[in-house]
């Protein structure tokens, strides 16, 4: 009896350390599955990297403009641009293929140029934001109180020959209406430099020089440069089609606004 009850006292105390030792060995992380747990480790890590990397192309690839203010980054010299979508409210303008409606189409390519103007650095003013009418006259004194490089007023033309399509560019004169002054020879000049710069880049017809009307919408102040922009004809369909495209006109403002600039930064 003594001798069991030895051996057992003996025995009791590697008993217990065999039990530990067994259930360290269930519970421990071998070799082995080092691994497999650190490969999901380095899954999550890149799965929250790539949402990382997501979020970060996605605000860089961003740029809201939400004010006339422009970019500084761009240039070290601002210009002063009115964009005159013309016609809103009750004046819709002509209507056109597909019942496109003018004052519509104005807004909304000034809205694009305005930006791309921003873009480069030009400070930007629209004369309405809206389906209104504002009077000219509201426009013309609004506009003069900015002291704009250029007043440019968005138009879509307009024919009963449908194949007539493409951007036209005019300049204003008086003609033979009484109570309209001639423009200054400053603002001739800025005119003459904005719309060649226009017609050479977009390819435009008649390069040699500015066709110039009288358009009661362009009897701004005679000391202010002002251009007739003809964005397309509204009578024509492949013209509407493509003023309605979101990307087409999101390419074809970029442009325009480098040619004014261009026309712009040339010296006197």
Known sequence: MHILRRAAIFLLPLLCLAGVLYLVDKWAIHPK???????????????????????????????????????????????????????????????????????????????????????????????????????????????????????LSINCSYSDVRSLRGMEIYGFTPAEKQGYSTKTQDAMVVENRVSLALKEDLDLPYKSGLERKFFEFLAVPAHIPTLGLFIGYISNAEDVEQLEDVKYVDTLTERIAASIEKGLQKKL
């Open 33 to 151: 599955d080092l691994k497999s747990v650190s490969g999901e480790k380095n899954v999550v890590a890149e799965a929250h990297q790539k949402n990382v990397d997501y979020k970060l192309r996605t605000v860089q690839g961003v740029a809201p403009i939400t004010s006339s203010s422009p970019n500084k980054n761009k240039t070290d010299s601002f210009f002063t641009i009115v964009l005159d979508p013309t016609h809103g409210g009750d004046d819709v303008g002509n209507i056109g293929y597909k019942s496109a409606v003018e004052s519509n189409l104005n807004l909304q390519f000034a809205f694009k140029l305005a930006r791309a103007l921003r873009m480069r650095g030009v400070k930007v003013y629209l004369t309405r934001m809206e389906d209104v009418n504002t009077p000219l006259d509201t426009r013309f004194k609004e506009a003069e109180k900015k002291t704009p490089n250029l007043f």
